[in-house]
């Protein structure tokens, strides 16, 4: 960035010497909030919140979800492409989902949550993290990177095991722990 910060001895502190760009303190700043982005309130797609839905939020997975990037992604696999948005000269933010589903709406809202600060994400049901008999969601959204309330990411590592589902009355039902 080239600026020379002019402080040489401890007497300085806290005077104005440093010349300090308002555009650098801003990237700064962002590159801090970057990390910590919270979860928008609710689901992108079907814009319920996660008691409404339970489960966790998923913010990506192989074939759904977004993410800020350094440069420009496009392409891959035909059947899910990935693309990206530009939202200034060196951040992207790079859409995954099945061809078609971006639409110019659902990129706008996306937009607005990332200029906001906050992170999109995707419930169980609209991540298609439910149960194959009875729809209700599955207790863990193995494969996915999931939000939590402060911001916090996590991998829920695919294993190659049936986590069950939430609902008692179903065969495939499993009790989880908190
Ligand atoms: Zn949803
Ligand atoms: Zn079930």
């Given at each position: 960035m080239g600026n020379t910060l002019h402080i040489k001895r401890p007497s300085h502190i806290g005077k104005q010497f440093q010349n300090v760009y308002r555009e650098d303190i801003q990237a700064a700043k962002s590159k801090i909030l970057n990390k910590k982005r919270k979860p928008s309130?609710?689901?992108?797609?079907?814009?319920?919140?996660i008691d409404e839905i339970g489960g966790k939020r998923i913010v990506v997975q192989k074939t759904l979800g977004t993410f800020s990037s350094k440069s420009y992604l496009g392409g891959g696999d035909p059947d899910f492409p990935e693309l990206s948005i530009k939202m200034d000269d060196d951040n992207f933010i790079v859409l995954r989902g099945k061809k078609g589903m971006w639409t110019d709406e659902l990129i706008a809202k996306v937009k607005e949550i990332y200029s906001n600060q906050e992170r999109p994400w995707f419930c169980h049901k609209c991540a298609y993290k439910t149960c194959h008999i009875c729809g209700e969601i599955m207790n863990n959204p193995i494969g996915s990177d999931v939000i939590y309330d402060d911001g916090c990411i996590s991998h829920v590592a695919a294993l190659g095991y049936n986590p069950g589902c939430v609902n008692d009355s179903c065969e495939n039902y499993k009790k989880w722990g908190k």
């Open positions: 309130c609710h689901c992108l797609l079907c814009e319920k919140t």
